[in-house]
């Protein structure tokens, strides 16, 4: 199975900050690629699909980057409301779409 | 408005089974790829199954290959997932989930919590 490695694990910033999330593949995926946000209680949500490709209303902040193995997710400026964890998620392989461990985003 | 509800969910001793429903609601339940995903307690998310919309394949973690299996009725547009063996390592809350056109999960439930333990 394809495994998915994020770093950080945790990460500290302040509102209006710009962060940025890896994530890589243990083999080539392409652009198969999804990104979500998961905060304490709720399921998951997609925000990135296709490695870049922003979820209907999600805010234009965040942005995903990458193909191939290595990715990224960056929000350009933190807001309170943003402050979960992340997850990618890859979905080359037929059906089997493993996740990275998480990133856990904290004030 | 699209709707997956979990059922099933509870207390079992470790080597008994349970059996999870989804009922989906507001989507075409039969043409995509349905999923299930856990959380243990504390951790991050483990994809767990899947089962075709098209040909009805079916794809397992290895974690739970032998012992899990997903299975779908497109005429009451319920995903299932039968439990046997169960761990204490297969506590968690599990979530069923859409596998939409674009290769992503769209839609999820709002999870049904599994307690292996005695």
């Known amino acids: 199975d394809i495994q998915m490695t994020q770093s950080p694990s945790s990460l500290s910033a302040a509102v209006g900050d710009r962060v940025t999330i890896s994530c890589r593949a243990s083999q080539f995926i392409s652009s198969y690629l999804n990104w979500y946000q998961q905060k304490p209680g709720k399921a998951p949500k997609v925000l990135i699909y296709?490695?870049?490709s922003l979820h209907s209303g999600v805010p234009s902040r965040f942005r995903g980057s990458g193909s191939g193995t290595d990715f990224t997710l960056t929000i350009s400026s933190l807001q309170p409301e943003d402050f979960a964890t992340y997850y990618c998620?890859?979905?080359?392989?037929?059906?089997?779409?493993?996740f990275g461990q998480g990133t856990k985003l904290e004030i | 408005e699209v709707q997956l509800v979990e059922s099933g969910g509870g207390l079992v001793q470790p080597g008994g089974s349970l059996r999870l429903s989804c009922a989906a609601s507001?989507?075409?339940?039969?043409?995509?790829?349905m999923s299930w995903v856990r959380q243990a307690p504390g951790k991050g998310l483990e994809w767990v199954s899947a089962?075709?919309?098209?040909?009805?394949?079916?794809y397992y973690a290895d974690s739970v290959k032998g012992r899990f299996t997903i299975s779908r009725d497109h005429s009451t547009n319920t995903l299932y997932l039968q439990m046997n063996s169960l761990r204490a390592e297969d506590t968690a809350v599990y979530y069923c989930?859409?596998?939409?056109?674009?290769?992503?999960?769209?839609?999820w439930g709002q999870g049904t919590v599994v307690t292996v333990s005695s």
């Open positions: 998620q890859q979905s080359y392989s037929n059906l089997k779409y493993t």
């Open positions: 089962i075709s919309g098209s040909d009805g394949g079916t």
């Open positions: 296709g490695a870049s």
């Open positions: 989930a859409n596998v939409g056109p674009q290769y992503y999960f769209n839609y």
């Open positions: 507001g989507l075409s339940f039969s043409i995509y790829a």
